[in-house]
């Protein structure tokens, strides 16, 4: 009883937080140190009538629209970069099978910010006109308490859950972020200080001891974590900076395999309906693969 | 000297920044588009630092200020690259709310690009249709509502000129130009200035004291008729327009030797 409680769980047991309907936030940006093995779980469990709410996606939320795990998405980029377009968003946005709200990049960051200051929602000077605003009516016009000008109150993300892939934990969910880093690491704490239920995904588990030799790393300390699931490689085919690089070849695969229903239906089969769990797919993958794309 | 069309917008381009301006350009590549939407702007900025203003800042993917492109061999393939953590700058943006403020006024310029622009200058990088049925669906709005809320002024980049691009009107305003004019901005509560010029394979557009579009120039070997024909709004007959003034050979000559010489820029959709 007098013991600190330690977090560390299976993904199976982590993946039972969500349930069908909920709001998640995903930490990393676009194609950048996603927690991809979570939403890999996602898709295995057949979550449903999720809504996903973030600032800018590619391979995560094109993963699991394709898997038809997503009812909505809230964001303002839905895309592969260098990869070209997200083939599972255009196809079922075309067919009306998926709501998209639409949220400016920085902006769509500052709806977390709102739940981080317990407020029900971020002013913002920037909507003015834009179709953003007129297409949206949880929007809502304010005049400047103080100038009179107008101002909008864009919600806050109110997510019930954030999942993030962290390059270093310890058992108490301490979370540590690199020493280099940037926006797609820092996103992390965006969404970790947004939700009362954080669930983390890590590279390693190292000691509190090695934790404490670091402290300024600890962007979010133990007691803000839900749960702590070990994952190599858990952001596979994204990078993580300082462990793993993009993985061009895989995501090239995943490209071609999304160019109908049909053959993304039977790369879902392959990697994800038919494996257990993330590591038989990382078997798929295979070792001189994932030692290709190994950094540092 | 002979030039190209794309050295041809670089020097017009850089002849409209300011010394002591903070510049915002992103980085596309893999596609048709990373000349007008990266590589001009990039080479554009670098020929005004090395002419006449040396004080503008550079600010790359909104996280890199004053790269240092000369140790490279290749463009950086993505905007968080792990490359591009390497590469020398002098200062990263390491989390948001970051070490620049658009919504306060920081950044002087920037670019933006879409597949349809209207005659108000709004554009559409988000869907062509209904937003909720589109008949296609593109990216999104990105950073654009906030490029074209706040920034002092942008550049629109559009690397094709047809009718199809340029519309009556944009099927999803995901950046507003001047609705009403430069007193309907007011009225919006826009602060920053706007879209300023459209760079085209064509001509370069610019917009009056009124919020009016007007083609500025028409670039050499462009037939009027072309441009008249190309652009799906009314733009005049284009009888006064002058040709798109070429470089003077110095210019090419820091452009080619000093800015690029290795064709990073340049070569890189090539």
Redesign the interface.
Known sequence: MNQRAEKLCEMEQAVELIQDGMRIGLGGFVLYQKPMAFVQELIRKEKKELTLVGSAHALDADMLIGAGVLAKIETSYVGLEKFGLARNFRREMEAGRLKTIYYPELMALDRFRANREGLDFWPVNSLGGNDVLNKNSEIIKFDCPISGRPLWAVPAANIDVGIIHAHAADKYGNVQIQERHTLPQSTNTTIAFACKTLIVTAEKIIETSEIRENPHLTVIPAYKTTCVVHVPHGSHPTPTISKTRMDDEFITKYVDASKTKETFNEFLDKYIYRTNNFNEYLNLVGQNQLESIKEG | MKCSIEELLIVDLAHTIKDGELGFTGLA???AATIYISSIPLAAMELAKRTHAPNLTILLCG?LFNPDWSKLERLP??????QM?ELSCES???????NWS??AGDISFGFGSGVQVDKEGNINS??IGE????????????????H???FGREYIMMPQHERRNFVEKVD?????GF?GGRE??K?????GGGPAYIYTPKCIFSFKEDGTIYVKSIHPGISKEDVIRSTGFDIGDLEDVPLTKVPTSEELRILREEVDPKGILLNSAK
């Open positions: 590549t893999g596609s996280w393939e993505s905007e968080y690259d792990n953590m990263q943006m390491i989390e948001y709310p970051c658009h919504k988000t869907c937003i909720d049925l589109p008949k296609v669906q593109l990216v999104g709005p990105i950073f654009l509502p906030e074209m809320a706040h999803h305003i995901s950046g507003v609705p309907g901005r009225k919006l509560g826009l602060s």
